[in-house]
């Protein structure tokens, strides 16, 4: 328009995500940053930087898989309320806790599903039929792992009390009848109140304190 000036156009500012600037998202979630690491990257919560296909432990923020984790629900969303992973995770956890295992165990329990904050939770029946899926979710909680100081694979009890969990979780949150999923462990006999995701949030956060206090 006639008598107004072209305006350069404007660089994103250094506190803004990188996407709002003039590079194509391409470019941006390819981490050319030259950091060395492959593949794209995820933002995350707290600000960072994930990268899926290359996950380091200096990467991993409690805080950001808390936040995810209260945020996605168990069941592909298919239960009669609102479920989270979190919740989920912090009642392995306390399982395992009366059980008498360690505080190290306990923990191991409460981040068995850690890698879901950086990744899909994917159905059971489908995990199998992707390609490659297993080793990249194997990667990051290694990561996850190393980034708290524990050993993986996670303690076999922790395998034990997520698969009896399932069957809590089936009776007091699902509306069909899942008897042929022959579930090899018995009940934990919990009772399941769903909690609200800042709830959730807020008690994983807790847990994880708990049980970093406390050591191995």
Known sequence: MAGVAERAPRAAPRNEWPFRGHRTMAEV???????????????????????????????????????????????????????????????????????????????????HDAAEAYLPDVARPVKPRLKGFARVEGEVELAIAEAFGLPWPWNTAVKRVDVAILRDEASKLMNCDLSDWRLPEPALGIDIAPWQPGEAERRFLERFAELWEAGP
């Open 29 to 111: 979630m390819a981490g050319e940053a030259g950091n060395g690491q492959e593949g794209a990257w995820v933002p995350t919560f707290t600000g960072r930087r994930f990268w899926p296909l290359d996950p380091r432990p200096e990467h991993v923020c409690i805080e950001d898989i808390a936040h995810a984790l209260s945020l996605k629900c168990r069941y592909g969303g298919h239960c009669c309320t609102f479920y989270s992973v979190a919740q989920h995770s912090v009642l392995v956890s306390e399982a395992l806790e009366r059980e008498g295992h360690s505080s190290a165990v306990q923990l191991q329990g409460l981040m």
